[in-house]
């Protein structure tokens, strides 16, 4: 499971992510909202630690901006502040929880695991784009009504798309978040199974997938 701690201090970062790494969690950290924004963007988080005061954009902000396009990856707000209008703040901008500062790291934990398991809970059955119906819980997916057989990764690049329709879907997002592994600026293996996603949906399937010249690639909405 990979956490994102958004922290400027970095006793408190630094004590956060040694005692989740001890609890078999994989950490990045990141110190101002802007540096954790852009994480978020260009990986896929599992959760996120957010806390409130930060330098440049605030908690709220950051939050507000996550629900934007990563709309139910689970946020935890961390604070030092206990009024009950600013948990109130946190919880309309989108955070699924509020931890008061300090916390016990037992409790922090706790809370962790009641938020992904709630998370692991199937939010979307089906991701559609015009013809293109992707079933997430049988892993069926149709165009124009006729099945569609995917191979395991075409199937989760699929799937990555669907689940952020209109939005810049950049080469190293997918290779980090498919296949793991560090971005290689000399393959063209993400070009290989979009072409392979195209062929399998046909002339009625053009345009569907737009590549992005020196970018990426855009799931468009018909």
Not at 45 to 56: A, E, R
Not at 59 to 64: D, I, L, P, R, T
Not at 165 to 177: A, K, S
């Amino acid at each position: 499971m990979k956490i994102l701690v958004i922290e400027d201090s970095r006793a408190t970062s630094d004590f956060i992510k040694r005692g989740l790494e001890e609890e078999g969690f994989a950490v990045d950290t990141a110190f101002t909202g802007e540096e954790g924004l852009e994480l978020a963007q260009t990986f896929d988080y599992d959760l996120v630690l957010l806390d409130v005061m930060l330098p440049g954009k605030n908690g709220f902000e950051v939050c507000e901006s996550l629900r934007q396009y990563k709309a139910h990856i689970p946020i935890l707000m961390l604070t030092g502040k206990i009024e009950v209008e600013d948990r109130v703040h946190g919880l309309n901008s989108g955070a699924d929880d509020y931890l008061v500062k300090p916390f016990s790291f037992g409790e922090l934990v706790a809370r962790i695991h009641a938020l992904t398991r709630r998370a692991r809970q199937p939010v979307h059955t089906e991701l559609k784009a015009g013809p293109l119906v992707m079933n997430t819980f049988s892993r069926k997916v149709t165009f124009n009504g006729q099945n569609i057989e995917l191979t395991n990764k075409e199937y989760a690049l699929l799937e990555f798309l669907l689940l952020h329709p209109e939005m810049l879907v950049t080469r190293v997002m997918l290779e980090q978040t498919i296949w793991n592994q560090e971005f290689d600026g000399a393959s063209n293996m993400i070009d290989v199974y979009i072409r392979r996603l195209r062929n399998k949906m046909g002339q009625d399937g053009e345009g569907l997938i737009q590549t992005v010249r020196g970018a990426g690639y855009r799931l468009v909405l018909p």
